[in-house]
């Protein structure tokens, strides 16, 4: 018996702390609901620096990538001139004989 009321005590008991610091919490988040307006002004021009920083980056890896699309494309036609080459060269062997 003795141990149902030391449970319902200690229950009790935290319930009451939790619903303090609940409320607790809850009163902190109502009094700092305001953006001053110096403070949304910083946060603005953050922003917007950081957005012309970053469409810089990205104008900045378009032209790198472009760069290296255009420098690898020679060596892709090259290979394929030279594997047509070998056909043509295999294919051009007169001393082979078709059987019909």
Same mark, same amino acid.
């Given at each position: 018996m003795e141990d149902v009321i030391i449970v319902s005590i200690v229950f009790g008991f935290s319930a009451f702390v939790c619903t303090g610091i609940y409320k607790l919490i809850m009163a902190k988040m109502n009094r700092s609901q305001g953006i001053d307006s110096e403070t949304f002004q910083r946060l603005a021009e953050t922003f917007i620096q950081h957005k012309e920083e970053m469409n810089r980056r990205v104008r900045n890896l378009e032209a790198i990538i472009a760069n290296e699309q255009h420098l690898s494309t020679p060596q892709i036609d090259e290979t #394929? %001139?030279?594997?047509? %080459?070998?056909? #043509?060269?295999?294919?051009?062997?007169?001393? #082979? #004989?078709?059987?019909?």
């Open positions: #394929k %001139s030279q594997n047509d %080459s070998m056909l #043509k060269n295999d294919l051009k062997n007169n001393n #082979k #004989k078709r059987i019909q």
